[in-house]
Each structure stands twice: as structure tokens, then as C-alpha cells.
T-cell receptor, first 111, second 112 residues
Framework: NAGVTQTPKFQVLKTGQSMTLQCAQD?????MYWYRQDPGMGLRLIYY???????DKGEVPNGYNVSRLNKREFSLRLESAAPSQTSVYFC??????????FGQGTRLTVV | GENVEQHPSTLSVQEGDSAVIKCTYS??????FPWYKQELGKGPQLIID?????GEKKDQRIAVTLNKTAKHFSLHITETQPEDSAVYFC???????????FGTGTRLLVSP
């Protein structure tokens, strides 16, 4: 099984550009999440989707939007990238009280 | 909301020694406490977890203890090996779909 797949793995954006980070899981999980990881700050939740058709804000949602396209896919969009959004982004999925599975991450640099 | 603090931020041990990483949480309603290991360039991977109805859980060289009264939990790694070198994160959750709140991570270095 592929588990959780994120694309792209690396991206460089100019300030003000937009982009969408893609995430897909093949484990039939109901819940999906987007986290960002910054040095010394652990992983912070940006948005989550408890089930298909629902999305909610996490701890740091400003500057981001999400779409739960179907049960498998959960995308994160930066409408107007800022240097403060330079980070490593992780997508994760869970089912009930089961283990959270993470993708390999997208390393984003905004210049 | 929940707040999770993790210590130490870095930990260096000799191969064969034990390593202990500690976390405290603020929300007494939290009832799920996983530990994740993150190797360089990879996403976090679950290594062990514990629920609030259990005080201790072991899996080979790894153990987790939970003190609900004091609101802290710890990861214990015995007989450390160089391949244990990684960043370890604790987390806590009080929701059925695991909206996890993470600690800031501990970089463990095991020297041969």
C-alpha cells in the first residue's frame, strides 16, 4: 500500500504566487489533516476534515484554504504565498481511534 | 485548548544507555497519547501510544508511562542503538478522530 501520498515533494514560490498541495490516501480513512512543521515548534494543525464533506480550522488556518475532494483526497491551497509560509507541510489520515499515518511531506520555500 | 510541552529538546546518549523524554499536557479531558519518531526527510511514524485508562505500556525496548493526576507522560527507550537517533514527538488528543496536539520534539542522538 502507498499509504499517504503528497505532491509535490519540493516547491519554491515567489511571494504572492498561489499553489495547491495535494494529498491522497488509499487506506479508506475518514479523517484527514494538514500540519505544518517549523523548527522548534513541532507540528501545528492547519485544517482538518473529520469526514468527507466536512472541513474545520485548526490552530494556524490563516492564509490557507482546503478542499476535501472525496474520501481519498484532501488538498491545501495557498492563495497568496508569504515568506512566513515557508515550512514543511504534512498530510495525515486516521480512522477512528487508529494510528495517524503521515505522508513524506512537502518542503515549501517562499522567496 | 490543549497545550503539550516536551523536554528535553535535545538528548545525547551512548549506545546501550537508556533515554527518557517527558511531556506534560494541559487538558484533563485528553485521553489518547501517542509518540512519533521522525527520521530525516520523512514523515512522523507512530512507535507507541497509550490511552488514559492505562498507566503503562511496553513494546520491546520502548515503554510509555502516563500519570493522569499530574498530567504528564514519558517515553522510555532502553538499550539504545544508533538507529534510534531521530526526532521524537509526543502528542495528546481528546477527540474521537484524533485532532492531535504535538509537543515541540526531542532530537535524540545515540553515539556508538
Amino acid at each position: 500500500n502507498a499509504g499517504v501520498t503528497q505532491t509535490p515533494k519540493f516547491q519554491v514560490l515567489k511571494t504572492g504566487q498561489s499553489m495547491t498541495l495535494q494529498c491522497a490516501q488509499d487506506m479508506n480513512h475518514n479523517s484527514m489533516y494538514w500540519y505544518r512543521q517549523d523548527p522548534g515548534m513541532g507540528l501545528r494543525l492547519i485544517y482538518y476534515s473529520a469526514s468527507e464533506g466536512t472541513t474545520d480550522k485548526g490552530e494556524v488556518p490563516n492564509g490557507y484554504n482546503v478542499s476535501r475532494l472525496n474520501k481519498r483526497e484532501f488538498s491545501l491551497r495557498l492563495e497568496s504565498a508569504a515568506p512566513s509560509q515557508t515550512s514543511v507541510y504534512f498530510c495525515a489520515s486516521t480512522e477512528g481511534w487508529g494510528e495517524a499515518f503521515f505522508g513524506q511531506g512537502t518542503r515549501l520555500t517562499v522567496v | 485548548g490543549e497545550n503539550v510541552e516536551q523536554h528535553p529538546s535535545t538528548l545525547s546518549v551512548q549506545e546501550g544507555d537508556s533515554a527518557v523524554i517527558k511531556c506534560t499536557y494541559s487538558d484533563s479531558a485528553s485521553n489518547y497519547f501517542p509518540w512519533y519518531k521522525q527520521e530525516l526527510g520523512k514523515g512522523p511514524q507512530l512507535i507507541i501510544d497509550i490511552r488514559s485508562n492505562v498507566g503503562e505500556k511496553k513494546d520491546q525496548r520502548i515503554a510509555v508511562t502516563l500519570n493522569k493526576t499530574a498530567k504528564h507522560f514519558s517515553l522510555h527507550i532502553t538499550e539504545t542503538q544508533p538507529e534510534d537517533s531521530a526526532v521524537y514527538f509526543c502528542a495528546a488528543s481528546n477527540t474521537g478522530f484524533q485532532k492531535l496536539v504535538f509537543g515541540t520534539g526531542t532530537r535524540l542522538l545515540v553515539s556508538p
